[in-house]
């Protein structure tokens, strides 16, 4: 068995669990329900630099990436840089996040926030709406095009945006659908850890022009960015690169700065 349905199955009881100790209807209850949400795709489309900066521990392929941060000092550095956007990770298990970094991130920045999740269940969309992300993101390995188009059209019900993610063209093909707002190319195969910037290359002709374009995993420098921008990408999803360092805000204020 591949990792991501390791992901998959252990998610799945996890929901089961969540969803006997929090109701739906205690979910709609939190003051960030009725929260103003921003949009993420639009701020790439009007971006110069497009850096979504993303909040990790650890991950599958990589055990430890940085385990002394906080998440309040991450997020206003990140702020401060002047990313676009920022990526909380709320799984626990396989990358040591959680919903409260989730609702942290929101208290300490006013920056759109991606839920970084396996979302298999549309609790996951109501739950990222009460702890304040702005966007979430599905990723089309593990969802049929009947889930994709359930859970993107809840979303924009609660104004919350879509990041698609795809790795491959037969993932891309079963995806595009007008509820989806942006499109994410992941660099990284999450059944093998491969990572390769030629998946975006190839991909992204093949995506319409009306989705936003994201280059996600694996991108570790400007060059890197300055290759993607001509196949019309946008958005730029960046993790370990920040977070492996002491500062991850100062890092992503010195790569903007080299950017622009
Ligand atoms: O740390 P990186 O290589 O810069 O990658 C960030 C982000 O793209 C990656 O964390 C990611 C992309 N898609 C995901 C899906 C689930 C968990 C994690 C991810």
Do not use: W
């Amino acid at each position: 068995m591949n990792i991501l349905d390791k992901i998959v199955i252990d998610k799945r009881k996890e929901v089961n669990l969540r969803k006997s100790l929090i109701p739906i209807t205690q979910l709609e209850q939190s003051v960030l329900f009725e929260r103003n949400t921003i949009s993420l795709a639009q701020n790439l489309r009007n971006s110069q630099s497009g850096i979504i900066a993303e909040h990790k521990r650890r991950s599958p392929s990589k055990s430890v990436i940085n385990h002394n941060l906080n998440v309040q000092d991450v997020a206003s550095g990140y702020e401060t840089a002047g990313v676009c956007g920022m990526s909380v990770l709320t799984d626990g298990k396989y990358f040591g996040g959680s919903l409260d970094d989730l609702i942290i991130a929101r208290a300490s920045s006013n920056l759109p926030l991606l839920r970084k999740e396996f979302i298999i269940d549309s609790y996951q969309i109501l739950e990222a709406k009460a702890y304040g992300a702005d966007v979430i993101l599905l990723i089309a390995a593990i969802l049929t095009r009947a889930e994709i188009k359930q859970f993107s059209e809840l979303a924009k019900s609660l104004n919350i945006d879509v990041l698609l993610e795809v790795h491959n063209e037969e993932e891309l093909h079963k995806s595009i659908m007008p509820s989806i707002d942006m499109l994410g190319v992941n660099n990284r195969n999450l059944k093998t850890f491969e990572v390769s910037l030629e998946t975006s290359k190839q991909l992204s002709q093949l995506i319409p022009n009306d989705f936003v374009k994201v280059s996600e995993s694996g991108i570790s420098s400007v060059e890197a960015i300055k290759e993607l921008q001509p196949f019309g990408y946008k958005g730029f999803l960046i993790g370990e690169n920040f977070m492996k360092t002491d500062n991850p805000g100062e890092s992503a204020k010195e790569f903007i700065k080299g950017l622009l």
